[in-house]
């Protein structure tokens, strides 16, 4: 039996690490396997619950955040608690010589991993010395990364909301922010903007991919909402670009970088929090456009290239409906 215990011990302590290294040190790797099922589940149990209500829906974030650091505690704490169980004779009171229960060995495996110092209980001369130092090592490993990982979203959180109210005070809707830019000429105006906005959305990007956490972190105000801001974004620049003579575009080059960011960030949204969706998105109001002069390409030419953008509208419009948010319509 005490084979069994120290099997699965070591089992449940690998599963804690790879999950744990997984999350926080692997930049490339996204959330491990134990995480992405626990936040994935949070969230769908949430949205059922708010019913799109977003000031409840803002709880996800924290609670997923909340859970994920639970459970590789208490992941932490069953592993060395079982390890203990099946080593034969590996703790002993300090005094007294009553038996070892298992309340026991659970106490002393957190005052371990928690460093709390020496308590009531000490590890028997041998392997069990050994195995109590890498119990504590450990435990000061994963509280350690553990703030700077809640650290690190916390910081994100503020800076994804940050990019969504700029991008917002330029317009609520694609349309809006096209007439904006537009000061008679053409866009040049956007250059500065552009530039601005792929290198902080390009660091974001790089945020999500890294914590993907930061995916259920539900805005309660539409202008701080990241999904409804990269909509906005993107499908002004595919105005732009698509039904706007060229002569008139934005440069080039940030056009292209703006688009790439924004391609990086939609590449981070994984399959467990959304999918693209089964609807397409309306076209864009062109009419309010060529009220206010700017010169759009025929009727023909940009309905064809924004035919050609289905897929990429409805994974905006998909980000949208797993926040819980509708297309952004123009209303002057």
């Given amino acids: ?22 999350t926080t040190l692997w930049i490339d790797g996204g959330a491990g396997p134990a995480t992405n099922r626990l936040s994935s589940s949070i969230w769908r149990l949430m949205r059922k619950i708010a019913d799109n209500h ?28 079982l390890t203990f169980a099946g ?19 659970f106490y002393f495996a957190g005052y371990l991993i928690f460093t709390l110092g020496n308590g009531d209980f000490s590890p028997m001369e041998g392997p069990a010395q ?24 916390l910081s ?28 008679g000429e053409d866009f040049h105006d956007l250059n ?27 805005a309660i105000s539409n202008t701080t909402a990241m999904p409804t801001a990269i909509t906005v974004l993107d499908e002004s620049l595919s105005i732009i670009k698509f039904a706007v003579l060229e002569k008139h575009h934005p440069n080039q080059l940030l056009l292209k970088e703006m688009r790439s960011s924004i391609d990086q960030y939609l590449e981070t949204l994984n399959q467990s929090f959304f999918k ?30 924004f035919e050609q953008l289905e897929n990429r509208r409805r994974k905006l419009l998909g980000g949208l409906e797993a926040d819980g948010r509708p297309w952004p319509t123009d209303i002057k």
């Fill in 1 to 22: 039996m005490e084979t069994l215990y120290l099997i699965a011990g070591i089992l449940v302590l690998i599963l804690c690490i790879i999950d744990f290294t997984w």
């Fill in 276 to 305: 693209p969706s089964d609807q397409i998105p309306p076209l864009p109001d062109f009419n309010s456009l060529q009220e206010e002069g700017v010169p759009l390409r025929t009727d023909k030419e940009y309905t064809l290239a």
């Fill in 192 to 218: 500065l903007l552009l530039a601005s906005f792929s290198e902080n959305l390009g660091s974001l990007a790089a945020q999500h991919a890294a914590y993907p956490v930061l995916h259920y972190y539900h």
């Fill in 87 to 105: 080593l034969e004779q590996s703790i002993s009171p300090s005094h007294g010589t009553d038996p070892i229960s298992w309340f026991d060995r």
């Fill in 130 to 153: 050994i195995i109590s130092i890498i119990a504590t090592a450990t435990g000061m490993l994963f509280i350690t990364f553990g703030v700077t990982y809640l650290i690190s979203i």
């Fill in 54 to 81: 977003s000031k409840l829906l803002s709880l996800a974030g924290p609670l997923v955040l909340s859970a994920t650091l639970l459970m590789w505690i208490v992941l932490l704490w069953i592993g060395w608690t």
């Fill in 156 to 183: 994100a959180v503020t800076m994804k909301r940050s990019f969504a109210v700029s991008v917002h005070g330029l317009g609520e809707s694609a349309e809006e922010i096209a007439r904006s830019a537009w000061n």
